[in-house]
């Protein structure tokens, strides 16, 4: 009996020591649940706000787009609707003389003034009469003259290649992107944007397109030109989600966002990075938490 009641005893107290560590442990775990909740909540929102962002951003890349091709297609019509100008109409025959009209006394006649300036004179005597003067020197010969001329006495011509205008024909997609690209690797971003947005317009669906709308962006984000830049950016991720640079992309889509002060959408954004592209390499990885920081992100 004794026995009996000492373990009995020793259950109870085991239980009673045992309770409150269940009781702590349970109390941690809801606390942790609510912050991640919490935080769960938090993200939701950001990234609500990033899509209507997004959404802003597109509606206001679309009005931009109307404009310019509204504008372009004006100044086609203008430029199509020109009315060439008049020119001058000649009479196809002029009048014949009349006859029986009388000459005017002040008309030269060569017959009458043989000698006077204009009056014609033979080959020899010209010839004579202009270079009378040059010492050393005799009368021009004219022998050789429709003769063939020998082979080596003439210059060779320097042979030249076919122009752009006289060939007609535009480079190849690579060859035009490669020049582009030349551009930005010398730093000259101003010739990158012009050469890029030739690219796109003349080939729009190319496979390289993805690639020259980053490198379009890039152009602007390093003049500090945030907002074409995010346009840009946003684009690859509109319409090419799947390019090889599309978390670049978004990377630099934050970056131009913190430039412009939107810094709550540009932490949205470097976390979307992650959820969007789990397999993105170090580099990218690296960066985000670079621009977290500096964007001072919870």
């Known amino acids: 009996m004794l ?40 993200l939701s929102g950001q990234i ?20 310019v091709d509204f504008r372009f297609s004006e100044r086609g019509g203008q430029r199509g609707g020109a009315a060439p100008a008049p020119q001058a109409t000649r009479p196809a025959n002029p009048p014949p003389p009349q006859p029986g009209r009388e000459r005017r006394g002040d008309a030269f006649d060569p017959a009458g003034q043989p000698g006077a300036a204009g009056a014609p004179r033979q080959l020899g005597q010209v010839i004579d009469e202009e270079f009378a003067g040059d010492q050393g020197q005799g009368p021009m010969d004219l022998s050789s003259v429709g003769r063939p001329v020998p082979d080596g006495a003439l210059p060779s011509a320097t042979p030249r290649g076919p122009s752009v205008a006289a060939t007609g024909q535009a480079g190849s997609p690579r060859e035009l992107y490669d020049v582009a690209y030349a551009h930005v690797l010398r730093k000259e971003y101003e010739r990158a944007e012009m050469s890029f947005r030739e690219f796109l317009q003349s080939y729009p669906r190319d496979r390289l397109a993805a690639d020259a709308t980053f490198w379009l962006g890039e152009s602007y984000f390093q003049r500090r030109r ?40 540009a932490c949205a954004t470097f976390a979307k990075v992650g959820v969007d592209y789990p397999g993105a390499s170090n580099a990218v990885r690296q960066g985000v938490e670079r621009e977290r920081q500096r964007a001072r992100c919870a």
């Open 3 to 42: 026995r009996h009641a000492l373990l009995a005893g020793l259950s109870v107290l085991a239980i009673g020591l045992i309770q409150p560590a269940v009781a702590q442990d349970a109390a941690d775990l809801v606390v942790r649940t609510s912050r991640l909740e919490n935080q769960l909540r938090q």
């Open 48 to 67: 609500e706000q990033l899509q209507f962002e997004n959404r802003r951003l597109t509606e206001q890349l679309r009005k931009m787009q109307e404009d």
């Open 226 to 265: 945030y907002r074409e830049a995010a346009e840009q950016f946003l684009k690859i991720s509109r319409d090419f989600p799947k390019a090889g640079k599309g978390a670049d992309s978004l990377l630099k889509l934050g970056m131009s966002l913190n430039g412009l002060g939107a810094r709550d959408q």
